[in-house]
């Protein structure tokens, strides 16, 4: 004869999953450049900001100093036609001509440093750096795969289990 208690039964699954990180990306370049610096080591810790890859921003940077030069050659034409006008020596299409292309000189300084700006491609969040799949001197295109970046400070668990434990789960 045996005698009868009360116990706390455990039950015990195996399943198999796959850590996954917080957030990952692949980085890639918004435009074509030769890589000039690769600033990380791989397998190494990265801030949010921080540049890793520069591409040769020679070009860009001379399309900025060339569009500055536009934009102050554009102020003082209208700086001119303004006061040219007040003493009614030109016309007011003339100083409007002067204001437009003042206007279309300062956007093509906004578009000029937006394209140098795109030379440097910055961690998106800290994480840390994969296997780099480029090489300093590479010509690589819009798109291009140059590294991953995975956030591990919270990894998230993919598993399986049968349906019949959802509820003792």
Do not use: C, H, W, Y
Not at 31 to 42: A, H, P
Not at 55 to 64: C, G, H, K, T
């Amino acid at each position: 004869m045996a005698r009868v208690s009360t116990a706390t039964v455990q039950e015990d699954v195996d399943a198999v999953g796959t850590l996954r990180s917080n957030e990952a990306v692949v980085v890639r370049p918004e435009i074509s450049g030769r890589i000039d610096r690769l600033n990380f080591i791989e397998g190494a810790a990265v801030q949010k900001g921080q540049v890793i890859v520069a591409l040769d921003d020679s070009v860009p940077a001379a399309e900025l100093a060339q569009s500055r030069a536009n934009l102050a050659l554009a102020e003082s034409n209208f700086n001119r036609t303004q006061e040219l006008e007040k003493q009614k020596f030109v016309s007011a299409t003339a100083r409007d001509q002067a204001l437009n292309a003042l206007r279309v000189a300062q956007a093509n300084v906004q578009l000029a440093e937006a394209r140098l700006a795109k030379t440097k491609i910055v961690a998106p969040f800290g994480g840390i750096i994969g296997i780099r799949q480029v090489s300093v001197g590479d010509f690589v295109k819009e798109g291009q795969d140059l590294v991953t970046l995975e956030d591990i400070s919270a990894l998230k668990v993919d598993f399986r289990l049968p349906e019949q434990m959802l509820a003792v789960l």
